[in-house]
């Protein structure tokens, strides 16, 4: 009896894992779906600041968009903002009904359905409100949270084998948790300067703002210099915030590479974090060339995408290093091997 409840066990975590990896793929795509909203000028696509219920949750007032782009565009992010609502919700409900042996998966779940709602109320806001910089900074930064979450969720579910004893893996872990933390505080620094440019508002500057705030063209004066000087804190506000969130970025890529360092004197196995720190490079790579280039929806887009490959990665190769809340075949072998030679 008990090796049918452990096959039952290991059968709704198998289910939950394969929910929860479509979950990761489908805030991965609205992630994107997001940035090409900022691109395309489509953030108040619904309705202009301040039309309340008509610009969200309604869009132009109706239920489905009108025929502008625009519109058309901003509904497919809500419609995809949607999708992983509801499988949220088929998570925690899995979670409640076959898993509440495993506390950790379902308290996750929970705060993933909490967290998605409340990124739902903050879009909102940050629609009403005209595209506010700290609301669309912030709007982004939780989104990267529901992911992290959803991975740590995926491994806790996953029946890898156990990780690496603590005492041998005590000081990457820490590396691994402050790599993880700046590198979101990179994003969030990123999405304060996306909201500087004030896309798709009446009051959008012709010439960008932050973005493009330290000089373009492909010369070291624009990166890593800002208008001919380094670093360049104090030429003015705009050049501060593009200053604050390349610093930020210097010490992730410290942090990162550290984390690697480490990961490899410790022969630790898995390849996250060797992937992490070419992730880095190509991120800081395509980072300059959004600098020089000025404003070109492709790259912008990219260095989203890239960014939260890179965050999810390091989340991931943290992920490895906890302990896995299923039964891997080896372990349930072993049980088995137990009881039969008490027998």
């Not at 967290?115 to 903050?122: M, P, T």
């Not at 939260?308 to 039964?327: E, F």
Request: hydrophobic content about 50%; aromatic content about 4%; proline content about 4%.
């Amino acid at each position: 009896m008990t090796d049918v409840a452990e096959r039952g066990d290991a059968s709704d975590l198998a289910r939950f894992r394969r929910l929860v990896t479509w979950t990761i793929a489908a805030t991965s795509v609205l992630i994107l779906i997001g940035g090409i909203v900022r691109v395309s000028d489509s953030g108040l696509g619904c309705g202009a600041a301040g039309s309340g219920t008509q610009g969200w949750p309604l869009c132009e007032g109706g239920v489905v968009p009108a025929a502008t782009s625009e519109s058309i565009i901003e509904f497919s992010h809500r419609i995809a903002a949607g999708i992983v609502a509801l499988l949220i919700v088929a998570m925690v409900w899995q979670a409640a009904r076959k898993l509440r042996s495993h506390r950790a998966l379902l308290r996750g779940s929970v705060g993933a359905g909490v967290l998605v709602f409340v990124q739902a109320g903050l879009g909102g806001l940050t629609v009403e409100r005209g595209l506010e910089e700290e609301l669309v900074a912030a709007h982004l930064g939780l989104a990267m949270l529901l992911i992290g979450l959803l991975l740590l969720l995926r491994r806790g579910a996953s029946p890898a084998p156990r990780a690496a004893p603590p005492e041998r893996t005590g000081t990457l872990r820490v590396v691994t948790t402050v790599a993880a933390t700046l590198a979101l505080a990179t994003i969030v620094a990123g999405g304060y300067v996306a909201g500087t440019e004030k896309h798709g508002t009446p009051n959008a500057p012709a010439g960008g703002q932050a973005h493009v705030a330290c000089g373009t063209g492909f010369s070291s004066a624009s990166f890593p210099g800002c208008n001919g000087q380094f670093p360049g804190f104090g030429q003015t506000e705009l050049a501060d915030v593009q200053l604050t969130h390349r610093a930020l970025m210097y010490l992730t890529a410290i942090a990162v590479f550290a984390m690697v360092a480490l990961a490899l004197s410790q022969r630790v196995s898995p390849r996250a974090f060797g992937l992490a720190g070419l992730l880095l490079v190509g991120q800081i790579v395509l980072g300059a060339v959004n600098v020089w280039a000025g404003k070109h929806a492709g790259l912008i887009v990219g260095h989203l995408a890239l960014g939260t490959m890179l965050w999810s990665t390091i989340v991931y190769a943290g992920a490895t290093l906890l302990p896995a809340s299923a039964h891997s075949p080896e372990r349930l072998g072993g049980r088995r091997a137990a009881r039969a030679a008490a027998a």
